[in-house]
C-alpha cells in the first residue's frame, strides 16, 4: 500500500471554506501546475491552505513546505507568515480542515442510515443504524485519505486555528444520545461509550492501514469493520437489530 494513496468518492467535503477532498485530489495529479489561477486578491489565506491541503492529500503533511506552498500559489514566501505565524500554525489549520472532512462524512453516513428502509417505524433502530454507520464511515474514510487522516490527529506543535465545526467528537456523541434516549442502550454506559467507539474503530483504522489489509474501500467492504463495531455494540449492551 503507498503510503499516501487514496480512492476517490470516500469523502468529497474538505471543511466549508476550502476545496473538495475530489478537486484536490485531481489538483495533485495536474503536473504541478501552478495553484495561483484559484487564487483571489484578499483571499490569501485560503489560498494558501488550499494548497497544502492538497499536498497532504497527495503526499502527506510532511510534503507541506511553505516556500513550495508560496511558489505554487504565486506569493513570496513571507507572504505565508503574514496569515499563519508559523509552519507549525500552517499545519494546525490542514489538521482542522482534515477532522472537519472526516466530520462531514459522518454526518452524510448517519443521515444516510436514517433513510434506510428496514430502520423506518424504530427510533432504536434508526438509532443504532446511524452509530454503526458513523463506525464504518471512520474506518472508510481512514484508510481512503490517509494523508488527511494522519494529519488530523497529528501534534503539529500548534493548537487548532479555531474550534473543528462541524467536530467529529460531537457527531458521535450526539448520536450516542440518540441511543440511550430510544432505549438501546442503557444510561450508565453513556460516559465511556464514545471512548470504546473511538478508541475501536480508530484502532482497527490504523492496523488496516498498516497491514494493507483494506478490502474495498470504494464499496465500504472493509475488513472487520461489522466485527469490531459488533463488539462495541455488545460491550455497552446494545441489541443487534
Given at each position: 500500500?503507498?503510503?499516501?494513496?487514496?480512492?476517490?468518492?470516500?469523502?468529497?467535503?474538505?471543511?466549508?471554506?476550502?476545496?473538495?477532498?475530489?478537486?484536490?485530489?485531481?489538483?495533485?495529479?495536474?503536473?504541478?501546475?501552478?495553484?495561483?489561477?484559484?487564487?483571489?486578491?484578499?483571499?490569501?489565506?485560503?489560498?494558501?491552505?488550499?494548497?497544502?491541503?492538497?499536498?497532504?492529500?497527495?503526499?502527506?503533511?510532511?510534503?507541506?513546505?511553505?516556500?513550495?506552498?508560496?511558489?505554487?500559489?504565486?506569493?513570496?514566501?513571507?507572504?505565508?507568515?503574514?496569515?499563519?505565524?508559523?509552519?507549525?500554525?500552517?499545519?494546525?489549520?490542514?489538521?482542522?480542515?482534515?477532522?472537519?472532512?472526516?466530520?462531514?462524512?459522518?454526518?452524510?453516513a448517519a443521515e444516510q442510515a436514517s433513510a434506510r428502509d428496514d430502520v423506518a417505524?424504530?427510533?432504536?433502530?434508526r438509532a443504532v443504524a446511524r452509530f454503526e454507520a458513523i463506525g464504518r464511515a471512520?474506518?472508510?474514510?481512514?484508510?481512503?485519505?490517509?494523508?488527511?487522516?494522519?494529519?488530523?490527529?497529528?501534534?503539529?506543535?500548534?493548537?487548532?486555528?479555531?474550534?473543528?465545526?462541524?467536530?467529529?467528537?460531537?457527531?458521535?456523541?450526539?448520536?450516542?444520545?440518540?441511543?440511550?434516549?430510544?432505549?438501546?442502550?442503557?444510561?450508565?454506559?453513556?460516559?465511556?461509550?464514545?471512548?470504546?467507539?473511538?478508541?475501536?474503530?480508530?484502532?482497527?483504522?490504523?492496523?488496516?492501514?498498516?497491514?494493507?489489509?483494506?478490502?474495498?474501500?470504494?464499496?465500504?467492504?472493509?475488513?472487520?469493520?461489522?466485527?469490531?463495531?459488533?463488539?462495541?455494540?455488545?460491550?455497552?449492551?446494545?441489541?443487534?437489530?
Open positions: 500500500m503507498e503510503a499516501h494513496r487514496r480512492t476517490p468518492n470516500a469523502i468529497e467535503q474538505v471543511g466549508r471554506s476550502t476545496a473538495r477532498v475530489e478537486d484536490l485530489r485531481q489538483a495533485s495529479t495536474g503536473g504541478g501546475e501552478r495553484s495561483s489561477r484559484a487564487y483571489h486578491h484578499g483571499d490569501l489565506r485560503n489560498a494558501l491552505l488550499r494548497e497544502a491541503l492538497r499536498r497532504t492529500v497527495a503526499s502527506g503533511y510532511r510534503s507541506v513546505v511553505g516556500r513550495e506552498i508560496a511558489s505554487a500559489v504565486g506569493v513570496t514566501p513571507s507572504s505565508v507568515y503574514r496569515h499563519y505565524p508559523s509552519h507549525a500554525h500552517l499545519l494546525a489549520a490542514v489538521a482542522r480542515k482534515a477532522r472537519e472532512a472526516l466530520a462531514e462524512r459522518l454526518v452524510e417505524g424504530s427510533s432504536a433502530r471512520y474506518v472508510v474514510f481512514a484508510i481512503s485519505n490517509p494523508g488527511l487522516f494522519e494529519v488530523a490527529f497529528a501534534n503539529v506543535g500548534a493548537p487548532p486555528d479555531a474550534p473543528d465545526d462541524p467536530s467529529a467528537w460531537q457527531v458521535l456523541t450526539k448520536s450516542l444520545d440518540e441511543v440511550v434516549e430510544t432505549g438501546a442502550m442503557d444510561q450508565r454506559f453513556r460516559e465511556i461509550a464514545p471512548y470504546a467507539a473511538w478508541s475501536a474503530v480508530h484502532g482497527l483504522a490504523g492496523i488496516l492501514q498498516w497491514t494493507g489489509e483494506t478490502g474495498s474501500s470504494r464499496c465500504g467492504q472493509i475488513p472487520f469493520v461489522d466485527e469490531v463495531i459488533g463488539a462495541v455494540k455488545r460491550s455497552l449492551g446494545i441489541p443487534a437489530f
